[in-house]
């Protein structure tokens, strides 16, 4: 946990934002929001799986491993599960191999926790939003729709008593699924926009200045739409801002990843690329009703997240 923390607060005060995800508070909103959801068998299951990620005895430090606690331990579990695939954009035993996946058999494996290549581009899918004449280009074949999809497919197979291996690559692709669920409802993970002044698309609002009215300062549109949530570190600090969200009934989740994927893509045509936010790279001055409308989607897309998440989870894992 301590080292956790450092990490965060090294990250934070060198000024190192992971450039395309939710930030750390998001992902873990949506972790808190699924457990809330979750029935005790799957729980049960999640915990089996989480234990076995090399950082499990970190994360739950301080909290006793005994009947009373149970709920506690695996709520912190997979929150800070859900945040790991971005803590290994800062961690030198991981190699950044690019944004470009095309081409590239390693970019596609699913091997567990023996890969160490951090795999940036599982984290969106650039579905084209052309506008203005100009011409969009094809997401990638390997994608964070396709990455969904894949793991839950994997983590669908009953392990066979006593096969540890199968076991820890379940664990890998679960922590995986807890992070890329949250990262798809960011709009901005699902779309690239291509335009005249950005024929080459604009990487999900990463190539997009923005000026938010209280900031001294220009933000990229990407990375403004990722700290909508807040940027806190602390889970129990994360919870309670958890438990104001609005509620979303499990019953009514849709399980399609296609169709999340579309939603979000939808949503950051209509919601997230309108005005005051113009074709080119601005930057562009925020509207306090853009930004009240950025934080009310951004609120209701993560406790949408949590619903479907453990939607799929109870569906899938067996
Ligand atoms: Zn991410």
């Not at 499990?56 to 301080?62: H, K, R, S």
């Not at 080459?200 to 949530?229: C, F, I, M, Q």
């Not at 019953?251 to 080119?280: K, M, Q």
């Not at 601005?282 to 453990?310: D, F, I, M, S, W």
Request: aromatic share 8%; with cysteine; proline share 7%.
């Amino acid at each position: 946990m301590r080292a956790y923390f450092l990490l965060a607060v090294l990250a934070a005060s060198a000024g190192l934002q992971p450039l395309r995800s939710w930030d750390g508070q998001g992902h873990m909103m949506v972790a808190w929001v699924a457990f809330q959801h979750l029935d005790a068998a799957t729980r049960a299951k999640v915990d089996r799986l989480l234990r076995l990620h090399p950082d499990y005895n970190t994360w739950v430090a301080g909290i006793p491993d005994d009947e009373a606690h149970r709920d506690q331990r695996l709520q912190r579990a997979m929150m800070l599960a859900a945040t790991w695939p971005d803590e290994i954009k800062q961690d030198p035993h991981y190699t950044n191999d690019g944004e470009n996946p095309n081409g590239r058999p390693a970019a596609a494996q699913n091997i567990g926790y023996a890969d160490h290549l951090q795999h940036r581009y599982w984290h969106y899918i650039d579905v084209p939003l052309a506008v203005g004449g100009a011409q969009g280009r094809q997401p990638a074949s390997v994608n964070a729709q396709e990455r969904i999809e894949l793991f839950l497919a994997a983590l669908r197979t009953p392990p066979s008593p006593g096969d540890n291996t199968l076991a820890a690559l379940q664990s890998y692709d679960l922590v995986w699924l807890l992070h890329l669920v949250g990262d798809i409802h960011q709009p901005l993970h699902c779309t690239s926009r291509f335009t005249p002044a950005l024929p080459a698309g604009d990487a999900g609002g990463n190539k997009v200045k923005v000026k938010p009215t209280r900031a001294t300062h220009d933000t990229e549109l990407h990375s403004y739409w990722d700290r909508r949530l807040g940027a806190s570190n602390d889970p129990d600090t994360v919870a309670k801002a958890a438990g104001r969200l609005p509620s979303v009934s499990r019953a009514s989740a849709s399980n399609r990843v296609s169709a999340w994927v579309r939603a979000s893509w939808s949503l950051a045509r209509n919601t997230v690329y309108c005005a005051p936010i113009g074709d080119a790279a601005g930057p562009y001055p925020l509207t306090a009703a853009y930004e009240q409308k950025a934080l009310t989607t951004a609120r209701k897309q993560v406790a949408l997240a949590g619903a479907r998440l453990a939607k799929v989870l109870a569906a899938t894992l067996p």
